[in-house]
């Protein structure tokens, strides 16, 4: 199967100086490409003198990660894409097992492996982690981070089971799939876009899997800390802009309601926790999101067919107030 992996580069010099390298050493057969978002530093000329057999791809603007991955894949013709974020060191035959899921499973269109913290090696990392889900209100989460607890690995999803999403540090998507599907919504710019596209999948009828057969490692808040105002704008924003595009029939409007209210108390909370900026991002968010609500309503009457929730429990009822913090508890 052809494979391609390709890491989104925006100004990463130090980053591909760190990382690039596990790739290059480890990704086998496959084509490696840096597709380069306008950067302004010297990243593409060292990745040209150090790492010749890295194709470049040179995206004339800088586009986030939506857009800066659909300008760089529309012209590949590879088989399996595999979308890496350039703070991620990867390990011997870590493409192995997952290559192999798909070659088995022709309904497979996305996956992800392992993700671990490059920081603290021994625990999951936010963004990922062992697979991700939606909850009833519409909130993301995953198997080993629910919210602000990381799980220490102990093989405890050492296995491979069907996920709602697929972490964009490390997703795999068969590139016909990931065209049918429409891409990367845009809008989003950066931050959830990769469960608004697993999303779509599913309503597709595909499946999208977590592998735990092989392990990468995520250094994670390369692009945006996760104190930057900036993470939570995005955030928020685009959870709402999620909704209203996947969530089917009038039960969008009750549960857009109720999400505008719980983000008014995460707000409320912030702003108690002396984090001003957070607080005003979420309100920009919301006018944001308002802004873009007739491009998004549009959208969603687009899309033909939706598929409803993984799991219909709410994770901030569960963790808040009755403190199960773990994967482990939310399944009981």
Known sequence: MKTAVIILNWNGKNLLETYLPSVVAYSGDATVYVADNASTD??????????????????ATNGGYAKGYNDALQ???ETLLVLLNSDVAVTKNWLVPVV???????????AQPKILDDKKKTHFEYAGAAGGFIDALGYPYCRGRIFNTIEEDKGQYDDTVSIFWATG???FIR???FKEAGGFDETFFTHQEEVD??????????????????????????????????????????SLLMIVKNVSGIKVVPLLLLRMVLDGIAALQLLLQAKPSHFFAVFKAHFSFYYLLPRCVSKRKNIKKR?????????????????????SDLIK
């Open 42 to 59: 010297d990243s593409v000329a060292y990745v040209q003198r150090e790492f010749p057999s890295v194709e470049i791809i040179q995206n």
């Open 75 to 77: 012209h590949l013709d």
């Open 100 to 110: 192999k899921a798909f070659q088995q499973e022709e309904n497979l269109a996305a």
């Open 169 to 171: 540090a490390c997703l």
């Open 175 to 177: 590139n016909l799939d």
């Open 197 to 238: 596209l697993c999303w779509r999948l599913r309503g597709l009828g595909k499946e999208v899997k977590y592998i735990g057969g092989t392990t990468v490692y995520h250094l994670g808040g390369a692009t945006l800390e996760t104190q930057n105002p900036k993470k939570t704008f995005y955030n928020f924003r685009n």
């Open 307 to 327: 598929r409803g929730y993984a799991a219909q429990k709410s994770i901030v009822w569960q963790y808040f107030i009755k403190r199960q913090r773990l994967f």
